[in-house]
């Protein structure tokens, strides 16, 4: 740019406007260019997915900066030094924020000084974080207390967090894997502030049904508000099917979408639910059990 060579930035421009973005190979300078761009642009971005840019992995943490000015962010699967979490946490924190989406799915390189620094950065006032999907990034006790302690401090904007197979212990409460001594952990943490949640999914838990009976406290609150409940492949049985059914008698009138599949719940089971499905009395539409 200082040198008055507009050659880098024509190439971007045209970059930008073709429909096959994925079958141009970008080098790394071009990487930087298009980040400077997307920084500099007055029209913020809807969705920076660095996977469907052909490129380098150089290139594509080039391309990171650019988190600045789009609305969600999408970072699977990279190797980031800490240089690379302080711009993710720069723009989460600057004025105005506009990420509201941020996915680091698969990503080894999530630390514990990376994660400390999101959390930091989600504890700040102009931070308008809804949604944090952290799938499968091996993250320790260091880093769990970090994000709880960040959920704490500011509640209010947070709307998704995707722990799925991140392998989490019992005493960090959250994530798969879970036993019964985390659905009780659970479920007493859900108890403690309940109205909010509209959809918990523990699919792929070994909850057994220990577990869900344990969750079924849950749903009997009167300030339950949940609408859709998974609990796909969690080991249970009809016992289960009959701690539920309790439960949404008690408490019938939020809860619309059931998954049970991949359990054997038994006939005797599935018609506990289904007769609840029926009953125009009750407010569950949707019962999958296959």
Not at 10 to 16: P, R
Not at 241 to 252: H, I, M, Q, V, W
Not at 273 to 287: A, C, F, K, M, R
């Amino acid at each position: 740019m200082e040198m008055k060579d507009q050659s880098v930035h024509q190439e971007i421009q045209e970059f930008l406007k073709s429909e096959k973005k994925s079958e141009r190979r970008l080098s790394e300078i071009h990487c930087s260019a298009l980040a400077y761009l997307l920084q500099m642009s007055e029209e913020v971005l809807d969705e920076l997915n660095l996977l469907q840019y052909n490129t380098s992995e150089e290139g594509r943490r080039r391309l990171i900066p650019a988190v600045r000015n789009c609305r969600k962010f999408q970072l699977p699967g990279s190797f980031l030094s800490t240089s690379h979490w302080e711009v993710v946490a720069s723009a989460m924190t600057s004025n105005p924020s506009h990420l509201r989406e941020l996915s680091l799915s698969k990503n080894q390189s999530l630390t514990d000084a990376g994660a400390k620094l999101l959390s930091s950065a989600m504890m700040h006032p102009n931070c308008r974080l809804e949604t944090l999907r952290l799938w499968d990034c091996n993250l320790s006790e260091i880093s769990c207390d970090s994000v709880i302690s960040a959920l704490r401090s500011n509640p209010s904007h947070l709307r998704v967090l995707d722990l799925s197979e991140a392998k989490l212990k019992d005493q960090e409460l959250i994530g798969c894997s879970l036993s019964e001594i985390s659905c009780d952990s659970l479920a007493s943490a859900l108890r403690s502030n309940p109205s909010h949640l509209r959809e918990l999914d523990l699919s792929l838990n070994d909850l057994q049904d220990s577990g869900v009976e344990l969750l079924c406290g849950f749903l009997q609150d009167p300030n339950c508000r949940l609408e859709t409940l998974r609990l796909r492949d969690c080991s249970l049985s009809e016992t289960s099917c009959g701690s539920l059914a309790s439960a949404l008698r008690s408490n019938p009138s939020h809860l619309r979408e059931l998954d049970l599949s991949l359990n054997n719940l038994q006939d005797s089971g599935v018609k506990l639910l289904s007769d609840l499905v029926e009953n125009p009395h009750y407010g569950l539409e949707t019962l999958s059990h296959f």
